[in-house]
C-alpha cells in the first residue's frame, strides 16, 4: 500500500528509473514501470487555462489514470500478485465508482483472497449507483444462495433485492434505453447469441436502420466484449 501512495503522490517511474521489483513482472516489467509511472503523474498545463482546456485536461488525466490502474492490476492478476491487484483494483474505484470493470475485477480478486463478504459488499456498493450486466450475470439463477455462509447471503439478497429494483425502473420506464441490460429473445438467430443477457451500447443511425429494410437497430454488447446489432425488436427489457 506504501508503494501505491508513493504513486498518488507523485512518484514518476520513467526510462530512467529503475521498477522497485524487477523480477515480479519479467517481460511485463517495461509496461508496468510506465504505467506506475503515469498514475503518479500529471499533464503538462501548456494545454491552455481556459475552462474548456481545463476540462479536457482533467477528463484525459482520469481515463490516463484509470487505463494505468486497471493495466497494473490485470498484470498483477496474471502474475498471481492478489493483494497487489486489490491495491489497483481499489484505487480504480475509488477514481471512478461507478467503473463497471473496476468493481468486477475488485470483486473477483477479493474472492480470491478468500474475502467474499467484501466482495459481495463491493458488488453491493455498486449495485447501489447503477444496473449492471456483469453482476447480473454473476447473481443470476441460484448462485450465493444455500451454499454461502449466513452473512453472505444476507447481503446477497440485497444485491438480488438492488438488480430488481433496476429491473423495475425498466420495465415501468418502458422504451429500452442506452444503457439498460437487456435478454435476446428465444426467436433471434443463432449469430445473436438467443437467450444471452447484453447491454445496449447504441441506437444505430439512420443508415443502418435503412440498411435493415426500415427495422429499428440496436447495438448490444455480451460481457465478453462481443457486440452486434440486432433489432429492437429481438431483445426484451423485463426478461432479465
Known amino acids: 500500500m506504501s508503494e501505491l501512495k508513493s504513486q498518488r503522490e507523485g512518484v514518476r517511474c520513467d526510462r530512467s ?9 519479467d517481460e511485463n516489467g517495461a509496461a508496468i514501470c510506465c504505467a506506475r509511472g503515469f498514475v503518479g503523474s500529471r499533464y503538462s498545463q501548456s494545454a491552455g487555462t481556459n475552462g474548456r482546456a481545463r476540462a479536457l485536461r482533467a477528463r484525459g488525466e482520469l481515463l490516463g489514470r484509470l487505463g494505468a ?6 498484470v498483477c492478476k496474471l502474475q498471481g500478485h492478489h493483494r497487489e491487484a486489490e491495491e489497483y483494483f481499489r484505487a480504480a474505484t475509488e477514481t ?10 475488485l ?28 453482476y447480473r450475470e454473476l447473481f443470476d439463477g441460484n448462485a450465493y444462495g444455500e451454499d454461502v455462509a449466513g452473512d453472505e447471503r444476507t447481503i446477497a439478497s440485497q444485491i438480488r433485492m438492488t ?29 445473436c447469441r438467443s437467450g444471452a443477457l447484453a447491454r445496449v451500447c447504441t441506437e444505430l443511425d439512420d443508415a443502418s436502420i435503412e ?29 432479465i
Not at 426500415?214 to 440486432?230: C, K, M, N
Open 163 to 191: 438488480l430488481e429494483h433496476h429491473r423495475s425502473r425498466q420495465i415501468v420506464r418502458g422504451a429500452i434505453k442506452v444503457g439498460d441490460t437487456v435478454r435476446v429473445r428465444p426467436e433471434a438467430p443463432p449469430s
Open 69 to 74: 490502474l486497471l493495466q497494473l492490476a490485470h
Open 211 to 239: 440498411a435493415a429494410r426500415g427495422d429499428s437497430l440496436f447495438q448490444i454488447e455480451f460481457s465478453d466484449g462481443e457486440r452486434t446489432a440486432i433489432s429492437k425488436k429481438l431483445v426484451s427489457g423485463s426478461d
Open 107 to 134: 470483486f473477483h480478486t477479493l474472492r480470491r483472497l478468500g474475502r467474499n463478504t467484501e466482495a459481495l459488499q463491493e458488488a453491493l456498493r455498486f449495485l447501489s449507483t447503477r444496473e449492471s450486466l456483469g
Open 96 to 105: 471512478s465508482p461507478g467503473l463497471e470493470l473496476a468493481s468486477l475485477g
Open 17 to 25: 528509473t529503475t521498477c522497485r521489483r524487477p523480477t515480479r513482472f
